[in-house]
C-alpha cells in the first residue's frame, strides 16, 4: 500500500479530508520517530513501537564475498500484539488455497 492508497484509506474510513488525513498521518509518525529516538516506547493497542541495540557484527560484501565489519546501532522496531497478529494469520489463511489429502 503506498501512502497516497494510505490516505484515501484514512479519508474513507475516519471522513477526513486528504489534507487532513495527510496531516493526523504526519503528525503520527513524527512523535513516534521522536519517541523512540528519545529512547521512549509507544505502545498502542496493535503494537508497540521501540528502539533496540545492534550489536557489532561480521558480514560479507555479496558483490567480492570480501567480510565487513558491520558497526554497532541503535534501530527502530515494532512489535504486533496478540491481536494484531492474529488478524493478519487470519486474513493469510483465508487466502491460502485448501491443501488436498491424497489417498492412501
Do not use: W, Y
Request: charged share 30%.
Amino acid at each position: 500500500m503506498t501512502k497516497e492508497e494510505f490516505v484515501r484509506n484514512m479519508c474513507e474510513k475516519c471522513g477526513l479530508t486528504q489534507k487532513d488525513a495527510n496531516s493526523v498521518i504526519k503528525a503520527f509518525t513524527e512523535t513516534v520517530i521522536s519517541a523512540v529516538a528519545a529512547g521512549d516506547k509507544v505502545q498502542l493497542i496493535g503494537g508497540t513501537f521501540d528502539s533496540r541495540k545492534r550489536s557489532e557484527r561480521t558480514g560479507h560484501n555479496p558483490a567480492t564475498g570480501e567480510e565487513i565489519k558491520i558497526p554497532a546501532a541503535t534501530v527502530p522496531a515494532f512489535k504486533a500484539g496478540k491481536a494484531f497478529k492474529a488478524m493478519v494469520d487470519a486474513a493469510h489463511a483465508a487466502q491460502e488455497p485448501k491443501k488436498r489429502r491424497s489417498k492412501k
